[in-house]
C-alpha cells in the first residue's frame, strides 16, 4: 500500500491513472470491522481501492471530542496492509482547508434535523470535506455505512445536486456479538458500560415505538437524545455517561 500524505503528489498519482475503476472508502481511521466491511466490498467492485484517514475538525462540535478523537495510525496501517488497499490518502490537518474554512457545503433541510439539531454544524463540516476528498480521489464508487444513516441521506443528496459522477454504496451495519454497532468511540466504553450499551441497539430492534424505547433507555440511566423514525429506519442517539452513541435499524 501506499501512503501519500501530498495533496500535489497525489494530484500527479491521480492524473496517471488509466481508466481503472476506482473505489474509495473516507474514514476517520481508528479502523474497525466496520470500516473493513467497506474495505472488502471496495476490493470486490473495483480494479483500486483508496482509503482516506482524516479527523475533521469542522465536523466536530466539541473541542473535547475532537482531541479525545481516538487516533491509531500504526494499527490502522497494519490493517489496511492486510485488507490490500492500493492507496491510503492521508493529508495531514491544515492542507485540507487553504482556504481556512471559508468555503462551506451547508444542506439546509434534513441536516438540520436529528443528529444536526444535537450537534450544530457537523453536517456542514462532513459535506464539506467530502467534497474535497471526492473532489481529490475521482472514484467511480465511494463506500458509506449505514451506521451513520443521516450521513449517508445527505452524501446522496450532495452528489445528486451537484451532479457529480460518483455512485454511493451503503454498507449494512457490523455489529459486536452483543449487538452494538463497531464505532471508533466504543474503545472508551468500559467493560461495564459496553455491556449496558447493548441495550440500545436491543430496544431499537424490540421497542414497540419511540416512547416507550426511550422510557426504557431512561430507565437504565442512558440519557436521550432522540429516538425517531424517518426513511423507514428507527434512528436514535443516546448518552452513556459521557460517551454518546448513535444507531438506527430498518424497520
Ligand atoms: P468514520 O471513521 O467514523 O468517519 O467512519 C467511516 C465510514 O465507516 C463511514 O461511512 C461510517 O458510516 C462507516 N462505519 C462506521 N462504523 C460502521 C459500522 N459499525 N458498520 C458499517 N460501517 C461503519
Redesign the pocket.
Known sequence: MKIVTDIKEWQIIRKNFSNQKIGF???????????L??CNRSKLENEMSIVSIYVNQTQFNEVNDFNNYPRTLSQDIELLEKSAIDYLFLPDEKTMYPDNFQIQITETTESLELEGSYRSGHFTGMLTIVLKLFNLIQPQKA??????FQ??ILIKKLVQALFLPIEIIN?????EKNGL????RNNRLTNEQRKKAASFPKWLKEGENPVEITKNLEKLGFKVDYIKEKWQRRLGAVWLDNIRLIDNIPL
Open positions: 472508502i473516507p474514514t476517520m481511521g481508528n479502523l474497525h470491522r466496520g470500516h466491511s467497506l463506500y458509506f455505512g449505514e451506521k451513520d450521513q449517508l454498507c449494512e451495519t457490523i455489529r454497532a463497531y464505532s471508533s
